[in-house]
C-alpha cells in the first residue's frame, strides 16, 4: 500500500511503523514519568493544550535532562491513548523498582535457596 502512494520512495511500511511505534513510546514514556514518577509534584498536565505543564523554575532545573526538557513547549496529543495501552505495565511510587534494588533481591535469593541445599 505503501508503495502504491510513493511508488519511488522505497519504503517499507513496517520498519518505519515499528519505529515511529518505538518513538512514540519513549516521548510517552518520559511524560508519564515526570507526571506519574516518584517526584513529580511539581508536574501537571494541561489537557486543552496536550502538554505537561510546571512552573519555570523546574523547567530550569530540569534544562540538563534533554529527554524532559524537549516537552517544555511541545505537545504530545497520543498521551492519554498510549496512556490506556502501556500504563498497566509500568510500576509507579511504592511499587516501583530500581535495577539495582531487583539485582540486589536476586541475590538474596540465591543466598537463601544455597544455604537450605547445604
Known sequence: MLENI???AMLKAKPNLELRIRTLK???TIIYDMLCGKENNSFGWDEHRQMVVVEDAV???ISSHKA???FRHRSFS???QLTSIYAKDRATRND???TAYIVEEIDAEDIDV???QS
Open 6 to 8: 510513493l511508488p519511488h
Open 96 to 98: 516501583a523498582q530500581t
Open 68 to 70: 524532559a526538557s524537549q
Open 26 to 28: 519513549m516521548d510517552w
Open 59 to 61: 523547567w530550569n532545573y
Open 114 to 116: 544455597s544455604i537450605t
Open 78 to 80: 497520543y498521551y492519554d
